[in-house]
């Protein structure tokens, strides 16, 4: 009995304990779990900027790739219309070749020099061969003027008491052999007395270009004459007869080719004194029977 006496003032404490007991096993357990949040929270925390920075990175990185692809395809087409053509390039190589070159000064003391017919005539065809070739070249040769493009001559002009003449050095070529062969003067367009003997100057200009032409292909000039086969030469009546007296002699000589009678012929012939004269013939009739040229003195042993 005792026992139960005390029993409600104990069981009243024990309540309060196990009141106190489990409240703070409540504040612990929510401790606990407010301290595991705040531990969470940095991770959570720290684990979006790494995010933030992959996904930036990746955005940053993936961006500029789009934009050089883009750009890439827009500049693409644009550069390709400005390309410069192969073709134009030798065109503006070839802009130097018509530099002209300075007039020839002893051209000017020649045109000075002549007739005064001739002046304004060789004046004009000056100016006329400059026009129709910007490029040509002034010279003296022959003691004449002459025009020469790419290194050859073109054509030339001179001046004499009566008349002036011009001709191109492949007249030939140019203007037909006949007329080239048929002029009664040095060239092919006969005796100049005056500037209206000329031909037009669209004429004269389609000439020198021909001429230019020939030059640039490399065509060679004809030849002027046409060589032809000499007739075997006839001895004179005083060497026909010494050769007639000495038979060796005279077969020595029918045994040489023409050009070798020819030597013995001319030499003969050329003697300006009777006595001279006499002298050859008999030692061409003594060297004939030895069986000699007319030049064996200067022949090769």
């Not at 955005?59 to 073709?87: L, N």
């Given at each position: 009995?005792?026992?139960?006496?005390?029993?409600p003032?104990?069981?009243?404490a024990?309540?309060?304990?196990?009141?106190?007991?489990?409240?703070?096993?409540?504040?612990?357990?929510?401790?606990?779990?407010?301290a595991?949040?705040?531990?969470?929270?940095?991770?959570?925390?720290?684990?979006?900027?790494?995010?933030?920075?992959?996904?930036?990175?990746?955005?940053?990185?993936?961006k500029?790739?789009?934009a050089?692809?883009?750009?890439?395809?827009?500049t693409?087409?644009?550069?390709?219309?400005?390309?410069?053509?192969?073709?134009?390039?030798?065109?503006?190589?070839s802009?130097?070749?018509?530099?002209?070159?300075?007039?020839?000064?002893?051209?000017?003391?020649?045109?000075?020099?002549?007739?005064?017919?001739?002046?304004?005539?060789?004046?004009?065809?000056?100016?006329?061969?400059?026009?129709?070739?910007?490029?040509?070249?002034?010279?003296?040769?022959?003691g004449?003027?002459?025009?020469?493009?790419?290194?050859?001559?073109?054509?030339?002009?001179?001046?004499?008491?009566?008349?002036?003449?011009?001709?191109?050095?492949?007249?030939?070529?140019?203007?037909?052999?006949e007329?080239?062969?048929?002029?009664?003067?040095?060239?092919?367009?006969?005796?100049?007395?005056?500037?209206?003997?000329?031909?037009?100057r669209?004429?004269?200009?389609?000439?020198?270009?021909r001429?230019?032409?020939?030059?640039?292909?490399g065509?060679k000039?004809?030849?002027?004459?046409?060589?032809?086969?000499?007739?075997?030469?006839?001895?004179?009546?005083?060497?026909?007869?010494?050769?007639?007296?000495?038979?060796?002699?005279?077969?020595?000589?029918?045994?040489?080719?023409?050009?070798?009678q020819?030597?013995y012929?001319?030499?003969?012939e050329?003697?300006?004194?009777?006595e001279?004269?006499?002298?050859?013939?008999?030692?061409?009739?003594?060297?004939?029977a030895?069986?000699?040229?007319?030049?064996?003195?200067?022949?090769?042993?």
């Amino acid at each position: 009995m005792a026992r139960r006496e005390s029993d409600p003032g104990s069981a009243a404490a024990v309540k309060a304990g196990a009141k106190k007991a489990a409240k703070k096993a409540v504040e612990g357990k929510a401790g606990v779990s407010a301290a595991a949040a705040k531990r969470a929270e940095p991770k959570q925390a720290g684990s979006k900027p790494a995010a933030a920075k992959v996904s930036a990175a990746k955005t940053a990185t993936a961006k500029p790739a789009v934009a050089k692809k883009t750009s890439a395809k827009k500049t693409a087409p644009a550069s390709s219309p400005t390309r410069p053509k192969p073709s134009a390039k030798p065109a503006a190589a070839s802009a130097p070749a018509a530099t002209a070159f300075p007039r020839e000064p002893r051209i000017d003391a020649y045109i000075a020099r002549a007739a005064a017919f001739a002046q304004p005539i060789l004046r004009d065809l000056r100016e006329r061969v400059h026009a129709a070739c910007p490029p040509v070249q002034e010279t003296i040769k022959w003691g004449m003027p002459n025009f020469v493009y790419r290194g050859k001559i073109l054509c030339g002009m001179a001046a004499f008491k009566q008349h002036a003449s011009f001709g191109f050095w492949q007249g030939a070529n140019i203007v037909g052999a006949e007329q080239s062969a048929g002029s009664d003067a040095m060239g092919q367009f006969g005796r100049l007395t005056a500037p209206a003997d000329l031909p037009g100057r669209r004429e004269f200009a389609t000439l020198v270009k021909r001429a230019m032409a020939l030059i640039e292909t490399g065509a060679k000039r004809p030849p002027s004459k046409t060589a032809q086969p000499k007739p075997p030469p006839r001895p004179p009546a005083d060497l026909a007869a010494a050769l007639a007296a000495n038979p060796a002699a005279r077969k020595t000589f029918d045994g040489f080719p023409p050009s070798q009678q020819r030597e013995y012929v001319e030499w003969v012939e050329t003697a300006k004194r009777e006595e001279t004269r006499r002298a050859r013939v008999a030692q061409a009739v003594e060297w004939m029977a030895q069986g000699k040229v007319r030049n064996w003195k200067y022949m090769a042993k």
